[in-house]
């Protein structure tokens, strides 16, 4: 199994600052635009997130990202409102959209599930929309593991050490680390949040 050393996570936050800004950006207009009509506004999320969606389907994203800003949206809402409008099952899109609006809450991105040893279901599974929420309800669990552990610690500490003009949230720091380490190997699991069997639902306890 794999563990995520102090090393890991200098390296990681080394290489950071450009996303980081991005994001920062972001998150200080989301508020005093409007994100459904701003084209700047959309350019930045576009490039920072990797939106590579038509025009009508981004019209139709940016169109709930403004109407719920201001009240917030749930994970499974978000999913079934991308679902609707556009007739795609939109995970990483529905779950960049809640985080954005509430950054306390995760993203849903390759490389943060496979960290985690987690997998969205099968584009032809029975209930997926059901079992695509089930996948981001573990990664709020997993996560909440990780923030309470000592590598979470570390990883908050090191930023604020090296990052103290970025006001984010706690998660958003970790997911800001998870995120860079991208070499790892899929069914590894991390020291935070162990391996688990794929399908396993259960919060899997942290490794001492």
């Not at 954005?100 to 032809?124: A, E, G, M």
Request: charged share 30%; proline share 4%.
């Amino acid at each position: 199994m794999l563990t995520l050393t102090e090393n890991d996570v200098g390296e990681a936050l080394g290489k950071i600052e450009p996303g980081l800004l991005k994001y920062c950006w972001i998150q200080a207009n989301l508020h005093s635009r409007d994100v459904s009509t701003d084209d700047d506004f959309q350019r930045r999320f576009n490039d920072f997130y990797k939106v590579r969606r038509d025009a009508p389907w981004r019209g139709e994203y940016y169109r709930i990202m403004q109407a719920k800003k201001g009240q917030g949206i749930a994970f499974a809402e978000a999913l079934q409102a991308l679902r609707d409008r556009t007739g795609r099952l939109e995970a990483s899109f529905a779950s960049k959209l809640v985080a954005t609006i509430d950054p306390t809450k995760p993203i849903i991105d390759k490389f943060v599930l496979r960290n985690f040893s987690l997998r969205l279901p099968y584009h032809q599974a029975s209930n997926r929309e059901l079992k695509v929420t089930g996948v981001y309800n573990q990664l709020c669990s997993n996560y909440e593991v990780l923030m309470g552990s000592s590598i979470g610690r570390l990883i908050r500490e090191e930023f604020l050490h090296r990052y103290r003009w970025a006001d984010i949230s706690d998660l958003k720091k970790i997911d800001l680390v998870l995120w860079q380490i991208r070499d790892r190997q899929p069914n590894q699991g991390m020291h935070p949040a162990a391996q688990k069997p794929a399908g396993d639902a259960r919060v899997v306890r942290e490794m001492k």
